[in-house]
């Protein structure tokens, strides 16, 4: 079975654009949960979606969006990039939002803001 | 609030045992999680506790205090391919959210 990919996996960006990042889950997975890790904060939950619906939002400002598409696939955007931006973004899928036990991350993209 | 307390680094020699603490603070709980992550990689999860007590798993053990909002992940007979980061993580009720929250990680390092 094949695992959690993640689309692209570098990207350098210039302050002031807008990204968007891709996540194919495990086949049959339908929860895709969304983390920022930066060696300051550690890992930091985005949000999560099931079904096509956001269950689930963390502490991040709203230039931070994201969709799910009813294959179960995500999108994460981030609008207006800062410096701040630049981090390991993760996405990681569950074949349903209470069985976070057997939740798989991906390989994550790499962004970098200059 | 959250809080989630681990050492930031630790270093053990291959073949002995090392022991990993998480103390957590958090406004509700379901369940503490640990997973691995190597440089360069994706965490992989190692183990989820709900109740207090001991989970083994091979080479692993995680231990969970509800009481004491305490953790510990034991790693025995240690190998070079330990040498990783592991991150401890405390799920909120589902009635919050049910999101995990992670520490900042314990950087281990396995010497010859």
């Known amino acids: 079975k094949a695992g959690v990919t993640q689309t692209p996996r570098y990207l350098i960006k210039t302050r002031g654009q807008q990204v968007t990042l891709s996540c194919s889950p495990i086949?049959?997975?339908?929860?895709v949960s969304w983390y920022q890790q930066t060696p300051g904060q550690g890992l930091q939950f985005l949000f999560e979606y099931f079904s096509e619906t956001q269950r689930n939002k963390g502490n991040f400002p709203g230039r931070f969006s994201g969709r799910q598409f009813s294959n179960s696939r995500s999108e994460m955007n981030v609008s207006t990039l800062e410096l701040g931006d630049s981090a390991l973004y993760l996405c990681?899928?569950?074949?349903?939002?209470?069985?976070?036990?057997?939740?798989?991350f991906g390989p994550g993209t790499r962004l970098t803001v200059t | 609030g959250q809080n989630i307390d681990q050492p930031t680094e630790m270093t053990a020699t291959e073949g002995a045992i090392v022991q990993i603490n998480c103390t957590y603070q958090?406004?509700?709980?379901?369940?503490l999680f640990w997973y691995q992550q190597h440089a360069g990689e994706a965490p992989t999860f190692l183990s989820y506790n709900v109740l207090d007590g001991l989970e083994e798993k091979g080479r692993f053990s995680s231990f969970l205090s509800r009481s004491k909002g305490y953790s510990y992940l034991l790693l025995k007979e240690l190998q070079m391919k330990d040498s990783a980061s592991y991150l401890c993580a405390v799920r909120e009720p589902y009635n919050q959210g049910g999101k995990l929250i992670f520490g900042q990680g314990t950087e281990l390092s396995v010497k010859p």
């Open positions: 990681a899928s569950s074949t349903d939002w209470t069985r976070l036990y057997e939740q798989y």
């Open positions: 086949s049959g997975h339908r929860s």
């Open positions: 958090t406004s509700g709980f379901n369940g």
